[in-house]
T-cell receptor, first 117, second 115 residues
């Protein structure tokens, strides 16, 4: 079974509008972290935002916020006021385990976001 | 700002040749990873490394692959006898924390093309 599912292979958004990228996850571990990464066409992986499973508040980082719905096992990324430079592939990822075991990140399939002027 | 560096950025090799991809993780990080991304596909975990040994490896990481931290700064991925399907972008990553609160910092990737 997929641990991380991103159901939107591609999304379009008008510049200056907000967009939500969907992510659902599956884990039986009570302690986990959820991450979003951006991959522009140049290929590097850029960390955007983190949400811990025990965090009470939704994470925010500038124009990025994470809509964390634990009961539904979803961790959607919201980008407000989209800019042309936001056009990229976006990956949702999860890291399990509370102990310092160096657990790996598991990635979803990604969503390609295109921002239209 | 500290960063993970990878060399080479692009390598072209003939099928059956050995390839070594090099990475310099962030200096105070203790956890190291290799991932690969076949063109247009998702990022796949290969191996994690901590305390000078492999902590976990995926089914992709078969006997053709090996990792090493030879000198306390470099972290290398060796592919012993490359196959066409090894063509991919290979990302090195490192993390300061081993629990689920720490993000992984990625290098810019090494693109491997096997002919």
């Amino acid at each position: 079974a997929q641990k991380i599912t991103q159901t939107q292979p591609g999304m379009f958004v008008q510049e200056k509008e907000a967009v939500t990228l969907d992510c659902t996850y599956d884990t039986s571990d009570p302690s986990y972290g959820l991450f979003w990464y951006k991959q522009p066409s140049s290929g590097e992986m850029i960390f955007l935002i983190y949400q811990g499973s025990y965090d009470q508040q939704n994470a925010t980082e500038g124009r990025y916020s994470l809509n964390f719905q634990k009961a539904r096992k979803s961790a959607n990324l919201v980008i407000s006021a989209s800019q042309l430079g936001d056009s990229a592939m976006y990956f949702c990822a999860m890291r399990e385990g509370i102990y310092n075991q160096g657990g790996k990140l598991i990635f979803g399939q990604g969503t390609e976001l295109s921002v239209k002027p | 700002e500290p960063e993970v560096t990878q060399t080479p950025s692009h390598q072209v090799t003939q099928m059956g040749q050995e390839v070594i991809l090099r990475c310099v993780p962030i200096s105070n990080h203790l956890y190291f990873y290799w991932y690969r991304q076949i063109l247009g596909q998702k990022v796949e975990f290969l191996v994690s490394f901590y305390n000078n040994e492999i902590s976990e490896k995926s089914e992709i990481f078969d006997d053709q692959f090996s990792v090493e931290r030879p000198d306390g700064s470099n972290f290398t991925l060796k592919i012993r006898s490359t196959k066409l399907e090894d063509s991919a972008m290979y990302f090195c990553a490192s993390s300061e924390q081993g629990d689920n609160t720490g993000e992984l910092f990625f290098g810019e990737g090494s693109r491997l093309t096997v002919l």
